[in-house]
């Protein structure tokens, strides 16, 4: 079963699949480096030579791509919300975690960071990124079992968060089985 992270970029997805890793000695596997790798060069490369569109497409390829039987936890990049087949991909595997953070976290995060790596920050500028986040808070809502606020996870909510992510399935299972 897959426990899968969606939500905003700098959202905190990849530290909490870590930390995730690290306390469930899961094996982690952070979408975009498996979609670079396939690629031959960075998602920043794709974005440029191939478009976001072609971009979705690689992103889709290698989540399918990926042992459904593994026991994983995994790191989405933010735009899957906007493929269908990815979500229910996504949804037919495991739980699926939106972590939520606001906007100002967001913002202030990326404009932490060292630039070029996030393309979208280029192509759309900060307020058009501000609207992209607007608008995908609802298409997170919906593809998502729960979700978790950003930031204020202690050791003791990731032990909880393995125990919703195990009832949520058995549920989820037992509803299919009836
Ligand atoms: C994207 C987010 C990125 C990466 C790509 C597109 C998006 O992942 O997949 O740049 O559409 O929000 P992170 O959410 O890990 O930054």
């Given at each position: 079963m897959w426990t899968s992270f969606i939500?905003?970029?700098?959202s905190g997805k990849s530290t909490?699949?870590?930390?995730l890793q690290a306390t469930t000695n899961r094996p982690a596997v952070f979408l975009d480096d498996v979609i670079a790798e396939r690629a031959g060069c960075s998602i920043a490369e794709i974005f440029a030579t191939a478009g976001e569109a072609d971009f979705r497409e690689q992103e889709l390829a290698a989540l399918r791509g990926l042992d459904p039987s593994r026991n994983l936890v995994m790191d989405t990049g933010g735009g899957i919300v906007h493929t269908t087949p990815a979500v229910e991909l996504l949804r037919s595997r495991g739980v699926v975690i939106w972590l939520d953070a606001s906007w100002d976290v967001i913002r202030s995060r990326l404009k932490a960071e060292t630039?070029?790596?996030r393309p979208l920050i280029d192509i759309l500028g900060w307020a058009g990124l501000e609207e992209l986040f607007r608008r995908r808070r609802p298409l997170y809502a919906a593809a998502a079992d729960f979700r978790l606020r950003s930031g204020d996870l202690d050791g003791e909510q990731l032990v909880r968060v393995s125990r919703l992510r195990s009832l949520i399935w058995e549920r989820r299972?037992?509803?299919e089985a009836r």
């Open positions: 939500g905003f970029m700098a909490l699949a870590r930390r630039p070029g790596q299972r037992d509803g």
